[in-house]
């Protein structure tokens, strides 16, 4: 009877402790974004870090997001011209490839190769700092490492992949355009008429507020793993690597529900 008492102690306690351990990251993560964020507007912002961060950013994923966009995009519009011709609709392919681009493949190639490229080379820089006490010697030095390092890492994933859904855009539209009129035989005065069909200004700006909004959020969940390594050396920033692009994959899918369905009930009125 008592080892069975135990046991359930037992299990209790690693049932709670299971539990809050998820909770306590989500929190911490959290708690780092709001300080991230209020450093911002304060002095002295860390101009060359940011531009570092950002140049490193960009360095990492522009070759990644070419290879990505432009098979992702003739697929897209392959399907899409598929339908539109099987409902005799041809001529609507680039209103198709157009808000397809816009709305999502740009954000969603941006957030795979910000989230995949990006963030988990930061997340390995930090790491490695901080498993060589250099966090802790910042703190010691009287540095703050959110502003210092936190606050222009953000800055400057948000920025890259804003940047980089611009380029996806482009590339989509126009990869969808030579696709579907030299290979599909769509009429290229067709499409370029049905570019605007569907899309506008009011699509372009949620995209660029996806694309920001998934930059930040990569660049602060690849910032709180990289600073939370407690020990385990290299094995541990090499787990923290493989975390930050699940759990910042997680974070941007759901983020990228909430904002679709936000900007579709602000687009409809």
């Known amino acids: 009877m008592e080892s069975r008492v135990r046991r359930r102690k037992a299990w209790s ?34 101009w060359r870090e940011f531009l570092e961060q950002s140049w490193f950013v960009a360095r990492v994923s522009l070759a990644p997001t070419l290879l990505v966009a432009i098979p992702f995009t003739v697929l897209v519009s392959f399907t899409l011209n598929i339908l539109l011709r099987e409902l005799g609709a041809a001529d609507l392919s680039g209103a198709g490839a157009a808000f397809g681009a ?5 954000p969603m190639v941006t957030v795979l190769i910000v989230a995949g490229a990006g963030a988990t080379a930061m997340c390995a820089d930090l790491g490695s700092r901080t498993i060589r006490e250099e966090i802790q010697a910042l703190e010691v030095l009287g540095i703050n490492p959110i502003q210092r390092l936190v606050t222009p890492r953000m800055l400057a994933s948000g920025v890259v992949a804003l940047l980089l859904n611009s380029l996806v855009c482009i590339i989509g539209i126009l990869g969808g355009y030579m696709f579907s009129v030299f290979v599909q035989g769509v009429n290229p005065g067709a499409f370029a008429a049905g570019i605007t069909l569907l899309t506008g200004v009011p699509e372009v700006v949620i995209s660029c507020v996806k694309a920001g909004l998934f930059g930040l959020i990569a660049g602060l969940v690849a910032c ?43 687009t409809a009125r």
């Open 13 to 46: 306690f690693s049932i709670g402790r299971d539990y809050t351990q998820p909770v306590e990251a989500v929190g911490g993560l959290f708690s780092m974004s709001a300080d991230a964020i209020r450093y911002v507007g304060q002095r002295p912002f860390q």
């Open 224 to 266: 709180y793993r990289g600073l939370m390594i407690s020990g385990g050396g290299a094995k541990a920033v090499g787990n923290a690597v493989n975390e930050t692009v699940v759990y910042a994959f997680m974070a941007l899918f759901v983020v990228n529900v909430v904002v679709t369905a936000i900007g579709i009930q602000l």
């Open 102 to 106: 816009v709305t999502q493949v740009g």
